[in-house]
């Protein structure tokens, strides 16, 4: 079981930056497969990055990559999400997901744990 605990959301200018963190309970955490969701109003949940260790991959979906960088840190059990060069539409509530399958998928349903969600919102 893990327990997953987003933080760092808030209002920003366009273009601005925003680091989320999210914190890990438990031992196994370093096995886990870990991911960011975004929510934004009357939208489905969908897939922004994730950290698959087993492969020595990070994957971004097409509308951050180059602009957001995930990082995970072991020893603290913890990933963030470092979101440069914000615009509007990056206005969601930002999720940390986690999965101990051992097969990467940017796929929600793929993911067994969740935090609560922060949010991120980003004015013109």
């Known amino acids: 079981q893990v327990q997953l605990v987003e933080s760092g959301g808030g209002l920003v200018q366009a273009g601005g930056s925003l680091r989320l963190s999210c914190a890990a309970s438990?031992?196994?955490?370093?096995?886990?497969?870990m991911a960011w969701f975004r929510q934004a109003r009357g939208k489905e949940r969908e897939f922004v990055a994730g950290d698959d260790w087993i492969r020595g991959r990070t994957y971004y979906s097409d509308s951050v990559k180059g602009r957001f960088t995930a990082s995970r840190t072991n020893a603290k059990n913890t990933v963030d999400l470092l979101m440069n060069s914000l615009k509007p539409e990056d206005t969601a509530v930002y999720y940390c997901a986690a999965t101990p399958k051992l097969e990467f998928t940017t796929t929600s349903s793929g993911y067994d744990f969740w935090g609560q969600g922060t949010q991120v919102t980003v004015t013109s």
């Open positions: 438990g031992r196994t955490f370093r096995t886990y497969i």
